[in-house]
């Protein structure tokens, strides 16, 4: 009995032990923190120096994590210790189920406590690499917008030269084609006029027909325009009357 009781107090002086240091630790991890957000908080105008920008920094928050977790898996262990001593108890009694309950709490407290703080920090961590990167596109913007709105231009002048050359090749490659269509007419015509005027050599009688008909469509013609004008006259005539 006296050997149980001795395991039960040392497992609560380990217990105690454990949560004063992650206590520590945890106060210390929050000033962390903190001074992140007050860095943050200062250079929130001058955007020249970044939340985490020192290395040092990056190392000392990633080694307290570690350091804390690793004490709360200790202290885990001494609960889960302290359960199973309890589970050997046949009656145990109210003040240790009451200090075995305090514990457990005051481990998941400090669980809590400690995923919180680390969550705010890495939120402050992103979010500082998120506004350094946009500051460096914007940076880098800067620096190169009168070069690539110069650019933009050239490129935009040698298109539309590039648009003129192509609406001038169209129009002489138009002209061309108009112009050989033309020449093919021509050739055409002159054949026909050719072919015409050696079968009107080779055959005066036709000549001769085609001189007649084209004297009697004169005369036809004559005749034609005396008889309008003549029922042109009689229908004035018979108007006026």
């Given at each position: 009995m006296?050997?149980?009781?001795?395991?039960?107090?040392e497992l609560?002086r380990q217990?105690?032990?454990l949560?004063?240091?992650?206590?520590?630790?945890?106060v210390?991890?929050?000033k962390?923190?903190?001074s992140?957000?007050?860095q943050?908080?200062?250079?929130?105008?001058?955007?020249?120096?970044?939340?985490l920008?020192?290395?040092?920094?990056?190392?000392?928050?990633?080694?307290?994590?570690?350091?804390?977790?690793?004490?709360?898996?200790k202290l885990?262990?001494?609960n889960?210790k302290?359960?199973?001593?309890?589970?050997?108890?046949?009656?145990?009694?109210?003040?240790v189920?009451?200090?075995?309950?305090?514990h457990r709490d005051i481990?998941?407290?400090?669980?809590?406590e400690f995923q919180k703080?680390?969550?705010?920090?890495q939120?402050r961590?992103?979010r500082?690499?998120?506004l350094?990167?946009?500051?460096?596109?914007i940076?880098?913007?800067?620096s190169s917008?009168?070069?690539?709105r110069?650019t933009?231009?050239?490129?935009?002048?040698?298109?539309?030269?590039r648009?003129?050359?192509?609406?001038?090749?169209?129009q002489?490659s138009?002209?061309?084609?108009?112009k050989?269509?033309l020449?093919?007419?021509r050739?055409a015509m002159?054949a026909?006029?050719?072919?015409?005027?050696?079968?009107?050599?080779?055959?005066?009688?036709i000549n001769?027909?085609?001189?007649?008909?084209?004297?009697r469509?004169?005369?036809d013609s004559?005749?034609?325009?005396?008889?309008?004008?003549?029922?042109?006259i009689?229908?004035?005539i018979?108007?006026?009357?």
């Amino acid at each position: 009995m006296a050997k149980e009781s001795s395991n039960w107090e040392e497992l609560r002086r380990q217990a105690r032990q454990l949560e004063n240091e992650i206590d520590l630790k945890l106060v210390s991890f929050s000033k962390l923190g903190t001074s992140y957000g007050s860095q943050d908080y200062r250079n929130e105008n001058s955007d020249t120096v970044p939340l985490l920008s020192s290395s040092n920094s990056e190392h000392m928050f990633e080694t307290m994590a570690l350091e804390i977790e690793q004490l709360l898996s200790k202290l885990t262990d001494v609960n889960d210790k302290m359960i199973s001593y309890c589970q050997t108890q046949t009656a145990p009694g109210a003040t240790v189920s009451h200090t075995l309950q305090r514990h457990r709490d005051i481990l998941q407290d400090c669980t809590h406590e400690f995923q919180k703080t680390k969550a705010n920090i890495q939120a402050r961590k992103e979010r500082e690499q998120l506004l350094s990167s946009v500051r460096k596109d914007i940076d880098a913007y800067k620096s190169s917008s009168g070069l690539n709105r110069r650019t933009d231009l050239y490129l935009k002048e040698h298109e539309h030269i590039r648009n003129s050359e192509k609406m001038v090749d169209d129009q002489i490659s138009i002209a061309v084609k108009t112009k050989e269509e033309l020449m093919s007419q021509r050739i055409a015509m002159k054949a026909i006029q050719t072919k015409m005027t050696t079968l009107v050599n080779r055959f005066p009688v036709i000549n001769s027909i085609i001189q007649r008909i084209n004297l009697r469509k004169r005369r036809d013609s004559i005749i034609l325009a005396i008889v309008i004008s003549i029922c042109l006259i009689l229908f004035i005539i018979y108007t006026f009357h």
